[in-house]
């Protein structure tokens, strides 16, 4: 385990998380002709909501002031096990995709259980429309990883890069191809962008991930929001590295390659935050019970996917 | 006595503490308190040399087959009341003695909720009945002595099911538990006189292997009738129907132990037939169990999800497990069909480390489940919540409990799940036949039900323990007896351990793959000091629990800096929940356990075939009700496709063959000499 490598990759994962999630909302608000929040009010939103004092409601037992922390702590852990700028990742001994799923799902568990703990409807709707439909996402998204994960024979995430970039026609192979199509619809869906959920508005019957975090204020709703934007960039880092390691640094790169492996990711991202505002733009949101046709399709996508793999060899 | 003269010791030991336990709880049974202790006191201490029995036999290395003795000798031909600790044996061994000790301490607290209008000494006596009865199972070496036990735990379990007998649903489960589980005892005589016949004998031993040597059309009815009689017990879709109806009534340490162990005997039976009596599998019965347990994997989850009855729920849940483990004991039989005998040990590690881990977090999620039935009275979720403040320790057992069923890391439920994945992934490449996209598939199935019942653990925990009680039951609920909270705290240390420390448990399984499949796996899935486990010798990955769990907590400064940084003024209030503006929120606004599963059972809806009822009335307008009744139900298809016209058929065959029934003597004498006509011409 490589100490430095692990403090820089967790500051850049606390770092880039809230900036990734302000670009997306600056360029959305652009492109639909409003001046929007400037990129970086993300970092003062988390900083104000640290400073606040926090309102708990009188139903709540100690599962409502665990979660955050489960929830902010899971992500982090989870940004360790998928190599961000370099081969392998800090954490990658410590659990391949499989363990990062369910870290995942265990912030998810305890932030559905912080919506139900204040006996608030909301939370509640909340809650179980979040456990339902990353209920119908995860075959989807483990299929899609499998399919990589297959032709690496391993789960470890580093070595599912390694194996994708050794031959980089690969990329272009249909079976590869589909599963990143896949892997970005479970995207949208796990990150709760819209025509799944939607992140900007608060009150309105359809909300799901928001819903949870009603009750929640102060430095717990800060967890709560830097958690999830975390677990954004964590996401969308295993479509970019996993499933395109173009530009990543292999095992062993100088500081060059490092330096060109962080341009290469921070372009990467940023091309992917732009078809994710393209997207949400573009798109209106579906109705909850709609939502499940969008996942299962990513099935089918995964599925093919995998046939293609056994066709194509 | 060629056994480890200790374990051999201990282990009857063990089986005199049982029959202790049963005389003693029936002699006491006036003085109630002396008859609960001394009956499950005295299977608590069985329990405890069970465990040490099978552990040091297994971690020695004395559990290799044909290390029998006899219990007590035979005058009966063929029979011999044997007892062989092989490592298959000791392994389950080790699970029913476990929760053997856990839920008798449980107990001591449990069966004080009966006293004056109950037997306890009965019920003492019926649960060291099952014990001894379920040990024998896993350790007799011969085939009559083994359905001697079976019948014998498949009877003390119906009169422990049928314990609260007052109850007519509990009759009711009772009954539908007994024609279930001797419809699956008859196809196991069925297939164990074709064994006799291949082998001449009704001793395991000479069982072994012997699958190689029968004509394969025989060895694949022998197989059919083995899965369907143990599949039976273990609750495999669509023979489970009898599970969520008997496992719910019965009294809750009963739950505990037929959910833990009794559905594992199942489990036990099916591995060893298939990997000690029946030699080399065809492809197909791989695929079978494989197909059949991702059908009981997800089917399971999904009727789970639909209950808002705490122990139904969990009963549910029982039989996703079951699917999850078949699905290792499947991939493990295609492996070795394919010649993979490595990959077969991985994925049997797989299923039998969840066989192990499901009977410890099971066991206590029943045994929470019990507590708040003890401390509420009632075990419908609706009339729940709230309960984290009022019953703190239960509501901590019950959420590590939920964490490790849920397959979430750092837990239990989590690394035997990964291990399946893991052999799921790595036997795509055993075969380039299109049967190979099997491995990947049911391994997305595994992970839909993983998802679903983190969902379904998020709505039993959170209406049942959190926000506000629904009723006055839970609100005046307190916490329970100190012997229920140890007996919940050695099973959420089991845990615990089981998930932090897998490495060392994988040295147990050693002579069990060295038996069965001829390999020894835990020094090739162990690395770094047995910190990280590794998915085997192909490289399939690793995951260490103990680095998760650590750290999370080496994490724990990053928020904890940020707190010091920016909110250390920052102060905190107690207010009431948001309530729209409205006057105060009543308890019946939250949502409901139905609520919670409604997307599900809509997007379900071609499975479940929901319907519900609504009837308002009102006095102005439909917006100002003042009386509403809502009932929604959902179709359990089994019961209504298969199960009902297979009981009208019965019904109606019988009324037919009433008629010979006449309860003529004269008849009768005719048909005794019909019958012996017949036999004579057939014999000659």
Known sequence: MNLPALVLQLLLLLLLAPLVSGVIKNWKAKLQNRRGPRPWQVYFDLAKFLRKDMVISEHTSWVFGFAPYVVFLSALLTGLMVPMVHLPAPLSLFGGVLAVVGLLALGRFFLALGGLDPAS???????????????????????AIFTVAITAKSTDLSQMALSTQSATWKLLNPAH????????????????????????????????????????????????EWGASVKQLVLMTLLLNVFFPIGLAGPGAGA??????????????????AAVVVVETTNAKLRLFRVPDLLSAAFVLATLALLSTFLFH | MNMNDFSATLLTCALGAYVAGIVGALLFQRAEKLANGVGFGLAAAGGVCGIFACASSLATGAATAS??????????????????????????????????????????????????????GVLGAFFNLLLLATTLVFLADNAFFFLIAWELMALSAYCLVSFEHEHAETRNAGVLFFIMSHLGTGCLILGFLLLFQASGSYGFEGFHALGDKM???????????????????????????????????????????????????????????????????????????????????????LYALMEHDLKRLL??????????????????????????????????????????????FKALLFLGAGAVLHATHTRNMEDLGGLAKRMRWTTLCFLVGAVAISALPPLNGFVSEWLTYQSLLQGFGTTTSLIRLMFPLSGAMLALTGALAAACFVKAFGVTFLGQPRGDHARQAREVPFPMLLGQGILVAACVFLGLFPTVFLKLFDPLTRQLTGQQLSQQLTMADGLVLSGGPAQGGTVSTPGIALMLLCLLPVPLTLWALFARRAGTRIGPTWDCGQRGLTPQMQYTATGFSKPLRMIFKALFRPRREVQREYDFSPYFTTTLRFESHVEEVFQTRIYRPLRWLVLRASRRLRALQAGSLQAYLIYIFVTLLALLLFAL
Request: hydrophobic content about 55%; proline content about 5%; some cysteine.
């Open chain 1, 121 to 143: 409807a909301f939370g509640g709707m909340g809650s179980s429309r979040e456990m339902t439909l990353s209920a119908i996402a995860e075959p989807a998204l483990m299929l």
């Open chain 1, 177 to 224: 191809v589909l599963a990143f199509a896949a892997m970005f619809v479970v995207l949208l869906a796990e990150t709760g962008r819209i025509p799944v959920d939607n992140p900007a508005t608060h009150l309105e019957l359809t909300m799901i991930h928001e819903a949870m975090l009603l009750e929640y204020s102060g430095r717990h709703l800060a967890f709560m």
């Open chain 1, 256 to 273: 060059a390659a490092l330096g060109i492996s962080l341009l290469a990711y921070l372009a990467k991202l940023l091309a992917l935050s």
């Open chain 2, 67 to 120: 290390q029998s003795f006899a219990l007590f000798p035979s005058l009966i031909p063929y029979v011999r009341f044997g007892l062989r600790a092989d490592a298959l044996g000791c392994f389950f061994g080790m699970v029913v003695s476990l929760l053997g000790v856990a839920l008798s301490i449980y107990s001591l607290g449990y069966v004080r909720g009966y006293y004056g209008h109950k037997n306890a």
């Open chain 2, 215 to 301: 004509p394969a059309a025989r060895r694949n009815v022998v197989f059919l009738l083995f899965l369907i009689g143990f599949g039976v017990k273990a609750g495999m879709v669509p023979l489970h129907i009898w599970l969520p109806a008997a496992h719910p009534v019965a009294p809750s340490n009963v739950s505990a132990l037929m959910s833990g162990v009794l559905i594992k005997t199942g489990i036990y039976g099916l591995a060893r037939v298939c990997f000690d009596f029946l030699g080399t599998p065809p492809n197909w019965w791989g695929v079978t169990v494989l197909t059949l347990g991702t059908i009981s994997a997800v089917l399971g989850v």
């Open chain 2, 315 to 360: 009963a549910y849940h029982s039989i996703e497990n079951i699917g999850i483990i078949l699905m290792g004991l499947g991939a493990a039989l295609m492996f070795l069909h394919s010649g993979h005998p490595v990959l077969a040990s991985l994925a049997l590690i797989a299923g039998l480390y969840h066989t192990l881990n499901h009977a410890v």
